[in-house]
């Protein structure tokens, strides 16, 4: 079995240096990752608390979107994951229960509270790493940094909305980030630079506390972990990116926590990811990997060995869901290429005239492989789901699995939306849109109609 072979091959440096890489398939290898990101195996019945933050803590790291048409990305990623879940089960982490925080790692990131002493650190080191900027705002803004920290000291926590714009006659631009409030660049910066923390949300809106404040409410393990310095946190960030993704190539490693170190080091960035990994397989933590057509090392996590057992004895991905544009599975487009052979493409910001795919596309994962995207609209005067627009990739066939799977996964939407009804207005090809909208009638409709005319796909009316 291959955890017998990993466990011989990392009993020794001299052992795992001289043995042979493990051939995966890149249908293992995609499977893998998906195992490890909480996609291969079907979702709790009824997810629970634990079960949210359980996934959390496994992906490391929640990107933050605030595109709001079906629903802001963060809560889609764990709807992909866990299914229709209560969504006051994931807000309710962050505030009052302390057990995730906000942070810069993958973009704006919710993370798991267990690795707040890792980001303090980088906060304490901002100026040395990505951060210098802000640090700079941050000196020359003297009296707008002591005015918004004292705000937030006498009134208690604040969002942007709660201070006041200047009344100078200007108008925001269309690409003025931060708008004409120079407190709102203020608390970004603070926020980085780790004065204050995100203490809940308003709406959406971030509302910030002092730093102190919050921690006074988080647990104290989470407070006096180790602050690591830098070789220490890049061994550790190495290990959890392995653990998150599963299957990961040196290529691949730095984009995923978005690993950084000091300005001055600029280059070799392929060579110092393959030594972190190779110090991983030292230490038991990873095995190495070939995977077919990936010219690169690639390394498995131990924590995977068992899944590579399962899928070998004939586990298969059965699953079909959508995915955010910003999910940790694909926000690596060159991954995403190279792993699935699948082009993400995020059109929110390309005039309407020249999208192909639509505003705000969702890639459809079935069965393992990337087929397609989906542009999905929430109506919510109507409360209907509307898909205007499936797309299937080159080669995908249309048969009754990929219809069942992407009607299904359309339906677990539909309930955590809370939306009544779907829609599907169009497709590529068009056969696919009249043989699901067929498939999300109701039992009763579908019966009748079957009735009445014998439907020549053979799909029966409780599929």
Same mark, same amino acid.
């Given at each position: 079995?291959?955890?017998?072979?990993?466990?011989?091959?990392?009993?020794?440096?001299?052992? $795992?240096?001289?043995?042979?890489?493990?051939?995966?398939?890149?249908?293992?290898?995609?499977?893998?990752?998906?195992?490890?990101?909480?996609?291969?195996?079907?979702?709790? &019945?009824?997810?629970?608390?634990?079960?949210?933050?359980?996934?959390?803590?496994?992906?490391?790291? =929640?990107?933050?979107?605030?595109?709001?048409?079906?629903?802001?990305?963060?809560?889609?990623?764990?709807?992909?994951?866990?299914?229709?879940?209560?969504?006051?089960?994931?807000?309710?982490?962050?505030?009052?229960?302390?057990?995730?925080?906000?942070?810069?790692?993958? +973009?704006?990131?919710?993370?798991?509270?267990?690795?707040?002493?890792?980001?303090?650190?980088?906060?304490?080191?901002?100026?040395?790493?990505?951060?210098?900027?802000?640090?700079?705002?941050?000196?020359? $803004?003297?009296?707008?940094?002591?005015?918004?920290?004292?705000?937030? @000291?006498?009134?208690?926590?604040?969002?942007?909305?709660?201070?006041?714009?200047?009344?100078?006659?200007?108008?925001?631009?269309?690409?003025?980030?931060?708008?004409?409030?120079?407190?709102?660049?203020?608390?970004?910066?603070?926020?980085?630079?780790?004065?204050?923390?995100? $203490?809940?949300?308003?709406?959406?809106?971030?509302?910030?506390?002092?730093?102190?404040? =919050?921690?006074?409410?988080?647990?104290?393990?989470?407070?006096?972990?180790?602050?690591?310095?830098?070789?220490?946190?890049?061994?550790?960030?190495?290990?959890?990116?392995?653990?998150?993704?599963?299957?990961? +190539?040196?290529?691949?490693?730095?984009?995923?926590?978005?690993?950084?170190?000091?300005?001055?080091?600029?280059?070799?960035?392929?060579?110092?990811?393959?030594?972190?990994?190779?110090?991983?397989?030292?230490?038991?933590?990873?095995?190495?990997?070939?995977?077919?057509?990936?010219?690169?090392?690639?390394?498995?996590?131990?924590?995977?060995?068992?899944?590579?057992?399962?899928?070998? &004895?004939?586990?298969?991905?059965?699953?079909?869901?959508?995915?955010?544009?910003?999910?940790?599975?694909?926000?690596?487009?060159? @991954?995403?290429?190279?792993?699935?052979?699948?082009? =993400?493409?995020?059109?929110?910001?390309?005039?309407?005239?020249? @999208?192909?795919?639509?505003?705000?596309?969702?890639?459809?994962?079935?069965?393992?492989?990337?087929?397609?995207?989906?542009?999905?609209?929430?109506?919510?005067?109507?409360?209907?789901?509307?898909?205007?627009? =499936?797309?299937?990739?080159?080669?995908?066939?249309?048969?009754?699995?990929?219809? $069942?799977?992407?009607?299904?996964?359309?339906?677990?939407?539909?309930?955590?939306?809370?939306?009544?009804?779907?829609?599907?207005?169009?497709?590529?090809?068009?056969?696919?849109?009249?043989?699901?909208?067929?498939?999300?009638?109701?039992?009763?409709?579908?019966?009748?109609?079957?009735?009445?005319?014998?439907?020549?796909?053979?799909?029966?009316?409780?599929?």
């Amino acid at each position: 079995m291959a955890q017998r072979k990993v466990k011989m091959e990392a009993s020794s440096a001299s052992q $795992h240096e001289l043995a042979a890489p493990i051939q995966l398939s890149i249908e293992e290898a995609r499977a893998l990752m998906l195992a490890a990101q909480g996609l291969l195996d079907p979702p709790p &019945a009824k997810p629970t608390r634990a079960d949210v933050l359980a996934m959390i803590e496994r992906l490391g790291v =929640v990107q933050i979107d605030t595109i709001n048409v079906v629903r802001r990305s963060q809560y889609l990623v764990l709807w992909s994951r866990l299914g229709a879940y209560n969504e006051a089960l994931f807000d309710r982490l962050l505030h009052p229960e302390r057990a995730v925080f906000e942070y810069w790692c993958h +973009a704006a990131s919710i993370l798991p509270m267990s690795d707040y002493p890792m980001y303090r650190a980088m906060m304490v080191d901002a100026e040395r790493l990505l951060y210098d900027d802000y640090r700079d705002w941050a000196e020359k $803004h003297p009296d707008i940094v002591a005015t918004t920290v004292n705000a937030i @000291r006498e009134r208690g926590p604040l969002a942007s909305a709660d201070f006041e714009r200047p009344n100078d006659g200007r108008r925001a631009q269309a690409w003025d980030w931060y708008g004409l409030k120079e407190t709102r660049v203020a608390l970004e910066v603070l926020w980085t630079l780790g004065e204050l923390m995100v $203490h809940s949300r308003r709406g959406g809106q971030k509302v910030y506390d002092l730093r102190e404040r =919050v921690e006074l409410e988080i647990l104290g393990d989470a407070l006096n972990g180790h602050h690591k310095p830098q070789d220490e946190r890049l061994a550790a960030l190495t290990q959890r990116t392995l653990q998150a993704m599963g299957v990961v +190539a040196p290529s691949w490693l730095f984009d995923y926590f978005r690993m950084v170190w000091p300005r001055s080091v600029t280059k070799g960035g392929r060579t110092r990811a393959q030594h972190l990994l190779e110090a991983q397989v030292a230490a038991g933590n990873a095995v190495r990997m070939a995977v077919e057509g990936i010219g690169e090392p690639v390394y498995l996590s131990s924590d995977r060995l068992t899944d590579l057992d399962r899928l070998r &004895a004939g586990l298969r991905p059965e699953r079909t869901v959508l995915l955010s544009p910003f999910d940790s599975l694909i926000w690596d487009r060159a @991954r995403a290429r190279t792993l699935f052979g699948y082009e =993400v493409v995020f059109e929110a910001y390309v005039v309407p005239a020249k @999208r192909r795919y639509g505003y705000y596309s969702l890639a459809i994962l079935h069965q393992g492989r990337l087929v397609g995207r989906l542009d999905p609209k929430m109506d919510r005067d109507t409360g209907t789901l509307i898909a205007r627009a =499936v797309f299937l990739e080159p080669g995908v066939a249309v048969d009754a699995a990929l219809v $069942h799977g992407i009607a299904g996964a359309l339906r677990d939407l539909a309930r955590f939306l809370g939306a009544k009804s779907i829609t599907v207005e169009r497709s590529e090809p068009a056969k696919l849109a009249e043989r699901l909208q067929r498939k999300l009638l109701p039992r009763a409709q579908r019966a009748s109609r079957n009735s009445d005319s014998p439907s020549p796909t053979g799909e029966g009316a409780g599929g």
